[in-house]
């Protein structure tokens, strides 16, 4: 009898197994399809606009509508490394306004760069 309940116990913890592993193969796929459809293409400037929303709304945890250096260390670590000069008027908190701006005026120095490196050789 105490056979026939570790077979059972087995049997079951096994089946158990076979049934998690689809989903969470299944998990890794979705988030790695999802990290590719950000960091693997282009995106659009609406869909840039919209993810640094939805990071930015997932880092504020206490709501308050701006990071501070904490919030951008643990959820936007590239925020945090640049906070000082997205915080411009040196309040402690960045708002996702304050990154738009910040964003926008970078984007465009590395596309003046790229222009003009490329124009040199």
């Given at each position: 009898?105490?056979?026939?309940?570790?077979?059972?116990?087995?049997?079951?913890?096994?089946?158990?197994?076979?049934?998690?592993?689809p989903a969470f193969s299944q998990q890794e796929q979705d988030q790695a399809q999802g990290q590719h459809q950000w960091q693997g293409q282009r995106m659009t400037p609406e869909q840039r606009t919209q993810r640094m929303a939805e990071r930015f709304a997932a880092a504020d945890t206490n709501h308050d509508g701006k990071l501070s250096l904490d919030e951008a260390k643990a959820g936007m670590p590239m925020v945090?490394?640049?906070?000082?000069?997205?915080?411009?008027?040196h309040t402690g908190g960045v708002t996702l306004e304050q990154?738009?701006?910040y964003a926008q005026s970078h984007?465009?120095?590395?596309?003046?760069?790229?222009?003009?490196?490329?124009?040199?050789?």
């Open positions: 009898m105490n056979i026939l309940y570790r077979a059972a116990l087995v049997a079951a913890s096994m089946a158990t197994l076979a049934a998690s592993v945090a490394r640049h906070f000082d000069e997205i915080d411009s008027a990154m738009n701006a984007m465009g120095q590395r596309r003046q760069g790229g222009a003009n490196g490329g124009s040199g050789s």
